[in-house]
């Protein structure tokens, strides 16, 4: 099976909006837990909501906005097949993201 990185992308916010309900962030947090639980098998790191970024160049180190909100690292057949898994995610339906990304992780050139 190949590895795969999924990056959620929403408001660089970072979680849920204040104003939320708190019924709703509890129905939205328990379809996620039932998403996790589904794929269970497929989770090869749980992943979670990402903080603020920092960037790191040869300019030095500086404060950067971007719309990644969380990740998940998971092992599918395909690569279509992993993005299949996110298809309905509360992610999107449920939380204000916009969307998830999905890419192979790849062998290191030259490494065994």
């Known amino acids: 099976m190949a590895k795969f990185l999924a990056v959620y992308t929403g408001e660089p916010s970072a979680g849920p909006p204040p104003d939320m309900d708190q019924n709703a962030l509890a129905a939205g947090?328990?379809?996620?837990?039932?998403?996790?639980?589904?794929?269970?098998?497929?989770?090869?790191?749980?992943?979670?909501?990402l903080g603020k970024t920092k960037k790191v160049s040869a300019a030095g180190v500086s404060d950067v906005s971007n719309n990644l909100a969380g990740y998940v690292v998971l092992e599918?057949?395909?690569?279509?097949?992993?993005?299949?898994?996110?298809?309905?995610?509360?992610?999107?339906?449920?939380?204000?993201g916009d969307g998830v990304e999905i890419m192979p992780v790849l062998a290191i050139p030259g490494a065994g």
Request: net charge negative; no cysteine; proline share 7%.
């Open 76 to 96: 599918a057949d395909s690569h279509e097949a992993a993005a299949r898994m996110f298809e309905g995610h509360p992610h999107f339906t449920i939380f204000p």
């Open 29 to 49: 947090m328990a379809a996620w837990g039932k998403w996790m639980e589904t794929h269970a098998a497929s989770i090869v790191d749980t992943g979670g909501p």
